[in-house]
């Protein structure tokens, strides 16, 4: 069974940095898009950052663009987000994301069929 499992978050104050992890299991993510998505209390769902290695793109949703780096790791079977200069606005549940994506779709929560549980960053001013 495909499972992805996230870690990383935690309770930072404006500006800090923290790193997220997403472990997959069952899944190649060299063979998949991958991505990660967060909520926000009372809030939809949103793109936050998406990788597909075998088409070589990479996606950012404009609010992190510059602050946010994904990558991945292949011999660990892991993908990354590094977060800088956080905001108190980019607290959130943070989601890991995996599907057979295409380049087009790489934004869409709808493209991804397997996710992980979540973990939380907190922000605080």
């Known amino acids: 069974q495909v499972k992805l499992v996230e870690s990383g978050g935690g309770l930072v104050q404006a500006g800090a940095s923290l790193r997220l992890s997403c472990a997959a299991s069952e899944r190649t993510i060299s063979r998949y898009g991958m991505a990660w998505f967060r909520q926000a209390p009372g809030k939809e769902r949103e793109f936050v950052a998406a990788?597909?290695?075998?088409?070589?793109?990479?996606r950012y949703a404009d609010s992190v663009k510059g602050r946010f780096t994904i990558s991945g790791d292949n011999d660990k079977n892991t993908v990354y987000l590094q977060m800088n200069s956080l905001k108190p606005e980019d607290t959130a549940l943070y989601y890991c994301?995996?599907?057979?994506?295409?380049?087009?779709?790489?934004?869409?929560?709808?493209?991804?069929?397997?996710w992980g549980k979540g973990t939380l960053v907190t922000v605080s001013s």
């Open positions: 990788i597909k290695s075998s088409a070589g793109s990479i």
């Open positions: 994301a995996s599907g057979r994506v295409i380049v087009s779709s790489m934004t869409s929560k709808s493209a991804y069929d397997v």
